[in-house]
């Protein structure tokens, strides 16, 4: 989000403001999260006065003081993360080698090293705050009378230093596995305090649930592999092992009843400030912002909403701009009146076409990507091969229905090359919402870049054969799988001095050509989520789209909505056409079990069948409203047919 847009004026008038608005209540809310760590530390309720009167004098003590300031800073730094790695459109891997790419992704990999840094600091604050055996690294050894003192390492503190650092790399893994810093847009807005008040018990019980999750795995680790950074700290440091003490790597030392209870008490208080933080940033930044229709000042045109949903970065302002045109269509007549107006002098629409172009541009985008999308399909993720030097259009286009769909698809197919998913090895920007798909493209391909056209391997190369392998060629189609043994046909020029594949017997593809072959086939339920993984802004398109044009029906005193309708309606039925195609696909119509943690958001698992709801409705708004006044709007015959069901109720 940072280093896209800075200096926008959205993102410093609003989201920075929104941003230190949830860092400030998450600092607010830390010393009361520290009282409670510390209260349950000393927990003793066979002498609860002891204990209270304990507690509060602890709390008062310089230990803790310096805590709380190193976890002020730690909190700090787990804040500027949120607003640095927050996104708008989830990224979800369509393949087992996209995953890894996605973990091993640099900026991934510096988000898991310095939460892992953060992780140690905080074990190291409660360990202080606790006190007692946990407080300090060293300690003395248990010497017989007579002999030199010895400086002893304190194996509690090391692991719980090492069980902090396990804990913030978990935290920061299961961060992107499970898409915890994408923001979604709730239907229905509530006040801040009270969304923060109904979560915070949900909060509460998932960090408790996560850190009893941790301390199983971190004891796991350390009993097979806990020897190693002992060793290399008492070496390091030259310190002793107290034998008196036991090992923590075996089972008599893990068996540690306090032990364990301390060491979860602090995975959790770490676990709780920091979802806290990411629950209160999503509360402030996801808040619907109202923007200006029209400005009297030429300088303020591009805060105005018909500039705001054109703008390609930050994409969290098309979302909230889409949004707030959703909100405007439905509930604000006066509003509606402006986007209606005429422009003086001159006396033209302005508003109207700017808000209904890129409304139709985001649909028409949509439209393309499925329409790609099942051609792939259709042909098993292979293209049918072209006549050489022919102009023609393919006809590899006998999925689509009518003649509107086919020239979609000429249309995409004629585009510049489809570009890696956003859920590919790396993360593309955000604000690339139309264009890509979530397959994998084919070399071979017709729609395929031309730069990795050039970049496939010649087939009179001596390396030709690793890919070419009849092994591989004898392979079944896989439908969810690209392509790389398909032949380049006339996509690429002949070699004059093309040679013959070698036999069969004289070619064995590598183990590793077959493992990274079989890593890159298609997960068809990821691959049809992350098809639709900007849709949300599709949606806010046809509700306010849908929701102006019915009330123009009597609000509309110029008639600028009546001359795009033929427009509006035939965008509207193709996305139809190729939504309900699309949904005939066997993976398409099976609903993914949806997370119950307000965490681990899964909305975006559903949004396609939120978008073919929304798209059944906005069409079912304009029908209900204009009835058979859309007689004499004009369309083609395979149109008006598909719109006379939605007019009689039986689509």
Known sequence: MLPSAPNHWFVRKVIYWRWAASVAWSLLLLPVCTALFVLLSRVSLLHPIRWISESFGLLCGSYVIFSLVLLFGALLVVGFFNLEYYTVV???????????????????????????????????????????????????????????????????????????????????????????????????????????RSSLLAVVRYSAVRALYAVRNFCICYYFLGYIPRTWICSTLGLLRDSSQHRLDSLAGLLDLPLLYHLWLSCWFLLLTWHVSVLLFRIFVSEAYSFPVQSSFSEDASQCLPKVISEKEPMILKFLGLQDLAVLAHNSPCRRQEVFSLSQPGGHPHNWNAICTECLSLLG??????????????????????????????????????????????????????????????????GSAGGALPFTPDLDSPFSPAVTRRMAPDPSSPWHGS??????????????????????????????????????????????????????????????QALFADSQMHIWALQGLSHLVAASFTEDKFGVVQITLPRILSTLLMLQEAVDRHFKLPHASSKPVRSTCCLEDSTFKMLRFALRASLKTALYRVTGTFGQHLHAVQMSAEHRKRLQLFMDYKE
């Not at 905080?122 to 055996?133: D, E, F, K, N, S």
């Not at 002999?147 to 902090?164: I, S, V």
């Open 467 to 528: 890919v070419q392998s009849p092994h591989v060629m004898r392979r079944g189609p896989k439908l969810w799988s690209s392509s790389a043994e398909s032949p380049l046909g006339c996509l690429l020029p002949e070699s004059p001095a093309a040679v013959p594949s070698p036999p069969a017997a004289a070619q064995k593809p590598s183990f590793l050509s077959l493992w990274f072959q079989n890593r890159q086939e298609q997960l068809p339920e990821a691959s049809s």
């Open 365 to 430: 985008e949509l439209t393309q990507r499925l329409v790609l999308y099942q051609e792939a399909l259709s042909s098993n993720g292979r293209p049918r091969p072209l006549s050489c030097g022919s102009d023609h259009k393919s006809t590899s286009s006998d999925t689509s229905g009518n003649s509107g769909t086919e020239e979609l698809s000429h249309t995409a197919r004629a585009r510049a090359g489809l570009k890696t998913p956003a859920s590919s090895l790396f993360r593309a920007p955000v």
């Open 90 to 196: 989830p990224s979800i891997p369509c393949t087992k080698i996209a995953l890894l790419g996605k973990v091993l992704h640099p900026r991934q990999c510096i988000h898991m090293l310095v939460h892992c840094m953060l992780g140690m600091l905080v074990a190291w604050c409660a360990a202080v705050m606790i006190g007692g055996r946990y407080r300090t690294l060293s300690c003395p050894c248990a010497v017989e009378e007579g002999a030199a003192p010895a400086t002893c390492l304190n194996e509690l503190h090391l692991f719980f230093l090492l069980a902090g650092g396990f804990v913030g790399y978990s935290y920061s893994l299961l961060g992107l596995l499970n898409n915890v810093n994408y923001i979604s847009f709730k239907i229905i807005q509530r006040h801040k305090y009270l969304w923060f």
